[in-house]
């Protein structure tokens, strides 16, 4: 029954922390950038305990109604559909909101009476209570660091769970992470990670977003499958980065030196 656990490199006491808060029925935010394993550890946390998972990408027009559910037509009949987060509510699976300040306003509301004792939703279209099965979990992301001042979490919601910080792994843990994630050659590995922390570094450059570890396992792959290592580079780090001419370019000669 149990898929093979997805490989996950621990750095810190992130494990035992979430198995705490499941035990104790807490609710449990990553804080963090893109691309620092935040989705990997819930999955790798998933099938630790061997619970159900159920993933939504939150985004601008995610509302309440996407997440408890709606009626639908079916034939010559008006049905109700429960939603991902009541059908969490009742099989007893953990649901992760993923960028949940990405999400409506709505959709905060609905949650906060799962995220304290009550644990429980209010159906408004039903005029239902439903109550959580036992080992209902609610998990969510959101990164501090984006649109600052635009899209946060309020701090009366973040009361609301217990948090983790992720952030970019150490560059030996990182390169242990591409050469397990695509096989590819431990110098290649090294090299890459070198490549990210020299672009991390470079704040000058403006960019709304940098180098995650998820690019670099991209373009770990592209190499590892046969593709030019610069090229390689320029199409999985690079390019995604910016579409400022200047700035590619600038980050291409970059590049260029250190593969």
């Given at each position: 029954?149990?898929?093979?656990?997805?490989?996950?490199?621990?750095?810190?006491?992130?494990?035992?922390?979430?198995?705490?808060?499941?035990?104790?029925?807490?609710?449990?935010?990553?804080?963090g950038p893109t691309g620092?394993?935040?989705?990997?550890?819930?999955?790798?946390?998933?099938?630790?305990?061997?619970?159900?998972?159920?993933?939504?990408?939150?985004?601008?027009?995610?509302?309440?109604?996407d997440l408890v559910g709606?009626?639908?037509?079916?034939?010559?009949?008006?049905?109700?559909?429960?939603?991902?987060?009541?059908?969490?509510?009742?099989?007893?699976?953990?649901?992760?909101?993923?960028?949940?300040?990405?999400a409506r306003p709505d959709?905060?509301?609905?949650?906060?009476?799962?995220?304290?004792?009550?644990?429980?939703?209010?159906?408004?279209?039903?005029?239902?209570?439903?109550?959580?099965?036992?080992?209902?979990?609610?998990?969510?992301?959101?990164?501090?660091?984006?649109?600052?001042?635009?899209?946060?979490?309020?701090?009366?919601?973040?009361?609301?769970?217990?948090?983790?910080?992720?952030?970019?792994?150490?560059?030996?843990?990182?390169?242990?992470?591409?050469?397990?994630?695509?096989?590819?050659?431990?110098?290649?590995?090294?090299?890459?990670?070198?490549?990210?922390?020299?672009?991390?570094?470079?704040?000058?450059?403006?960019?709304?977003?940098?180098?995650?570890?998820?690019?670099?396992?991209?373009?770990?792959?592209?190499?590892?499958?046969?593709?030019?290592?610069?090229?390689?580079?320029?199409?999985?780090?690079?390019?995604?980065?910016?579409?400022?001419?200047?700035?590619?370019?600038?980050?291409?000669?970059?590049?260029?030196?250190?593969?």
């Open positions: 029954m149990k898929n093979q656990l997805p490989y996950y490199h621990q750095v810190g006491k992130e494990v035992e922390v979430f198995e705490h808060a499941y035990k104790n029925k807490i609710p449990f935010l990553l804080k620092t394993g935040k989705s990997r550890f819930i999955e790798y946390m998933a099938h630790k305990l061997d619970k159900k998972l159920i993933t939504i990408s939150c985004h601008e027009e995610t509302s309440s109604t709606r009626y639908i037509i079916k034939g010559a009949e008006t049905i109700w559909s429960d939603g991902p987060l009541t059908t969490a509510l009742k099989q007893g699976a953990i649901i992760y909101l993923d960028e949940i300040a990405e959709v905060i509301v609905a949650i906060h009476s799962l995220t304290d004792h009550r644990r429980e939703l209010f159906i408004d279209k039903l005029g239902e209570t439903v109550k959580a099965h036992e080992d209902f979990m609610l998990v969510a992301s959101f990164n501090p660091g984006y649109q600052k001042g635009f899209k946060e979490l309020k701090p009366s919601t973040r009361q609301r769970f217990i948090a983790t910080a992720f952030a970019y792994p150490e560059p030996k843990i990182e390169a242990d992470i591409l050469v397990n994630e695509t096989n590819v050659d431990k110098d290649i590995a090294k090299k890459l990670v070198n490549i990210a922390t020299k672009i991390r570094n470079l704040t000058e450059l403006g960019l709304a977003e940098t180098v995650s570890t998820r690019l670099l396992v991209d373009a770990a792959k592209l190499i590892y499958s046969g593709l030019p290592k610069r090229l390689s580079v320029e199409v999985a780090i690079v390019e995604p980065l910016t579409d400022d001419l200047d700035v590619v370019e600038a980050l291409k000669d970059l590049c260029n030196l250190m593969i």
